[in-house]
Structure formats: C-alpha cells, structure tokens
C-alpha cells in the first residue's frame, strides 16, 4: 500500500519501521528523563516538601519520603542476570478522619517526576455490576500520564478510603459480597504486579474500544483509609488481664488517645481485610490524632493554611482581614469538641465568617475587618452547632 505525499510515495512497511523507531527513542528519551528527575529528590527533600503544608504526621511523612525515593531507585534499576531485583513495597496509611491521609498524598504529588493519581475504593465494585471495575484505577494513571504506557507503568497510585471495601461480616462470603471482598480479591494481582489489559475510556460505557496492556510490576500503590471502629479492636488485642487471674504484671503504659500507634496487620484482619491483600501492602503506617497545638498551627501555619485563604479571599475585594488571637483559640477548642479532625476547622470558620462574606461585597466602604471573640461566639451560636456534638 502507498501513501500519497506531495511529491513522493510511501508504503505502509516503512511507515511501521519509522513508526517503531520513533517510539523507540522517545522512549529512550523519557527514561533518561526520568533518570534525572530522581538523583534530585531525596528522602529528606521529600519530607521538607510535605512540612510546608501538612503539619506534624512525622512518621508517617518518614515512610512516605522513604517509599517514593525507594520507588525511584527501582526505576533506576539495571537487572542484570546476577543482580538482585529490588520489590515495591505498597503502603497502607490508617487514622481518623480529618489527620492529613489525602493532603499528603496530593502535597506529594506536586513534587513528583512520575505520573501520580488519587482513586477513590467507594466507588469501586466486583467485576460485572454496576460501579467502576478495578481496572479503572489504572485508567485514570494512564490518564494522568497521558496515554504513555511506558511512563504509567513507573507511576504512583493512591487508594483513597480503602477501609470502605471491608467484609461485611466476619466469614468468607459464600454469595457475592459485590463492593467488599470482591473488590479486594480483584486487587490482589494488581497491587502484586501483572499485565492487565486496561480500557483506555472505562470499562462498559465503550465495550469495543481496544484495550491496552499495562504492566503493573513497577506502580507503587499507597492505600489509606480511615478504619472507623478499629480501636476497639486494637484495644480488645491489647488487653493484659486474663480471665480470672492476672498471669503477667505489664508495666507498659498505654497511651489510649492514640491506640492507632499499635495497629498491626492482625488489626486490620479482624476489621474485614482478607489476608491476601494485607499480604501485599508491607508497610503500615499510622497518622496520630490531632491535638490542640497542632490545630492551632493547621489554622495558620502551612502554606495554604485556612487563615492565609480567608485573608486572600477579602483581599480580592481590597479588605484586610484580621482574626484575633482568642478567636484562633476558640475556633480550635470547638474543633476539639465535635472531633471532626482538621476539616472540622474549616466548617467553624465557614460559620463565623458567613455574614461577613455575604455583605461586604455590596459595601464598597469598608476597608478593614477585625473579627472579635465577641463576634466569632455570636455569628456561632447563630450557626446552631450544638447538634453536631459529640457525645
């Protein structure tokens, strides 16, 4: 077959040769790339990067650093026929809601030299039903890397509220538990590594698109999940006295505010995980609960902290916005109370400033806003709170 061009002819074989050789050096070309963005990041820069705008979390900010870093070696890696081959270690991140899990992980997307994509396990259901397969969290890498299979194959996957996709009960399923351990059965070769055959626009809307195989042996996956309920478990592991008698005086003290800091594996069995799965998510890690101190620096801190946007959002309308100090503290305190973690700052602060943020645009004279304890308690109680509290 001959193509026509504008003063000569081209058959289809030396289109197919031209075709390979292009894609051969420009693959060469994203590898060296690649090769060069990772001698910049080391585990250290990584973690300084995540301190500008998520605050405290050090361990688990440390296994992050540690695993993306570890993740660009392996992509570095020569095999050779003697060489040890290096294995990915996939992440689990547990904690409470409102603790930083997904702000880490798009904080540490902005910095990374390899195709990066947050997916949510909610929507995810057993191949055949209504919902998203599981292929489609490597739709979506191959969407962050723009269709580059060579690239999405050395990219990083984050599986947001993991915890969702649990055991509805305790025995294996003999009918189809169709968004739990289905899914989680599905995962398994995924997160291990194999060749899956990928519908480039998702999977039913398109039965007859062509499918495009992407290996998923070098994908980090970094799962997290809240676990709503895990304590408990925990606690009932970690109790000391036996029934009847006390065998052994523990002298440990634990520190019950914070029983995540013992999770294992075992926990995260008996919460609805198949052991499988567990199997192939190494790492786990936990974030601590949020205290007062850290509150207050959440507030005002970071980079794109809640106080710096409220101060940037009047600034478009030429006012300055000042927050005393006590409403700071009282902002925080009632956070602490209705215990919804670092998102519940932000619903507190929508309350106090709704007012100020409905009038002030139609009055063109005002130049200067001070917000009063006095202020904040009044525009609060209006928002009748007290219903969200926590027993």
Same mark, same amino acid.
């Given at each position: 077959? !001959?193509?026509?061009?504008?003063?000569?002819?081209?058959?289809?074989?030396?289109?197919?040769?031209?075709?390979?050789?292009?894609? +051969?050096?420009? *693959?060469?070309?994203?590898?060296?790339?690649?090769?060069?963005?990772?001698?910049? #990041?080391?585990?250290?820069?990584?973690?300084?990067?995540?301190?500008?705008?998520?605050?405290?979390?050090?361990?688990?900010?440390?296994?992050?650093?540690?695993?993306?870093?570890?993740?660009?070696? =392996?992509?570095? +890696?020569?095999?050779?026929?003697?060489?040890?081959?290096?294995?990915?270690?996939?992440?689990?991140?547990?904690?409470?809601?409102? $603790?930083?899990? $997904?702000?880490?992980?798009?904080?540490?997307?902005?910095?990374?030299?390899?195709?990066?994509?947050?997916?949510?396990?909610?929507? !995810?259901?057993?191949?055949?039903?209504?919902?998203?397969?599981?292929?489609?969290?490597?739709? =979506? %890498?191959? /969407?962050?890397?723009?269709?580059?299979?060579?690239?999405?194959?050395?990219?990083?996957?984050?599986?947001?509220?993991?915890?969702?996709?649990?055991?509805?009960?305790?025995?294996?399923?003999?009918?189809?538990?169709?968004?739990?351990?289905?899914? +989680? /059965?599905?995962?398994?070769?995924?997160?291990?590594?194999?060749?899956?055959?990928?519908?480039?626009?998702? *999977?039913?809307?398109?039965?007859?698109?062509?499918?495009?195989?992407?290996?998923?042996?070098?994908?980090?996956?970094?799962?997290?999940?809240?676990?709503?309920?895990?304590?408990?478990?925990?606690?009932?592991?970690?109790?000391?006295?036996?029934?009847?008698?006390?065998?052994?005086?523990?002298?440990?003290?634990?520190?019950?505010?914070?029983? @995540?800091? @013992?999770?294992?594996? /075992?926990?995260?069995?008996?919460?609805?995980?198949?052991?499988?799965?567990?199997?192939?998510?190494?790492? #786990?890690?936990?974030?601590?609960?949020?205290?007062?101190? $850290?509150?207050?620096?959440?507030?005002?801190?970071?980079?794109?902290?809640?106080?710096? /946007?409220?101060?940037?959002?009047?600034?478009?309308?030429?006012?300055? #916005?000042?927050?005393?100090?006590?409403?700071?503290?009282?902002?925080?305190?009632?956070?602490?109370? @209705?215990?919804?973690?670092?998102?519940?700052?932000?619903?507190?602060?929508?309350?106090?400033? %709704?007012?100020?943020?409905?009038?002030?645009?139609? +009055?063109?004279?005002?130049?200067?806003?001070?917000?009063?304890?006095?202020?904040?308690?009044?525009?609060?109680?209006?928002?009748?709170?007290?219903?969200?509290?926590?027993?």
């Amino acid at each position: 077959m !001959l193509i026509e061009g504008m003063d000569a002819f081209i058959c289809d074989k030396c289109v197919t040769q031209a075709n390979q050789l292009l894609a +051969q050096e420009l *693959g060469t070309k994203n590898t060296k790339n690649i090769q060069a963005a990772i001698t910049l #990041l080391k585990p250290l820069e990584i973690k300084n990067h995540l301190d500008q705008y998520v605050i405290g979390q050090d361990d688990a900010k440390k296994v992050l650093s540690v695993a993306v870093y570890n993740h660009y070696k =392996r992509l570095n +890696q020569k095999i050779d026929k003697d060489e040890i081959e290096i294995e990915k270690s996939n992440i689990m991140l547990v904690g409470e809601t409102g $603790t930083g899990k $997904t702000l880490l992980a798009k904080t540490i997307a902005k910095i990374l030299h390899v195709p990066f994509c947050i997916c949510d396990a909610t929507v !995810l259901t057993e191949a055949g039903y209504v919902g998203e397969d599981v292929e489609s969290i490597l739709t =979506r %890498l191959l /969407q962050a890397a723009d269709y580059d299979v060579a690239a999405a194959e050395r990219g990083i996957v984050y599986i947001d509220e993991v915890d969702k996709v649990a055991r509805k009960s305790d025995n294996p399923s003999i009918t189809r538990d169709v968004s739990g351990e289905g899914v +989680q /059965q599905a995962l398994l070769k995924i997160l291990e590594g194999t060749v899956v055959n990928v519908p480039p626009q998702g *999977g039913r809307k398109h039965p007859d698109q062509k499918m495009i195989p992407v290996n998923t042996n070098n994908i980090l996956f970094i799962c997290g999940g809240a676990f709503d309920g895990i304590e408990r478990k925990i606690a009932n592991r970690l109790r000391t006295q036996a029934v009847g008698y006390k065998v052994k005086k523990d002298e440990t003290v634990l520190d019950l505010k914070n029983l @995540y800091k @013992y999770i294992t594996p /075992q926990d995260l069995k008996s919460f609805g995980l198949i052991p499988e799965l567990i199997g192939r998510i190494p790492v #786990l890690s936990h974030l601590n609960p949020l205290d007062k101190e $850290t509150l207050r620096n959440i507030l005002t801190a970071p980079k794109n902290s809640l106080i710096k /946007q409220y101060v940037k959002l009047f600034a478009y309308e030429d006012v300055e #916005l000042i927050f005393e100090d006590d409403v700071l503290d009282f902002v925080v305190d009632k956070a602490m109370e @209705y215990k919804l973690g670092a998102r519940g700052l932000r619903s507190i602060c929508e309350a106090i400033m %709704l007012d100020a943020m409905f009038e002030i645009p139609t +009055q063109g004279d005002v130049k200067e806003l001070n917000i009063t304890l006095d202020y904040a308690i009044e525009k609060f109680e209006k928002a009748d709170f007290k219903k969200l509290q926590v027993a």
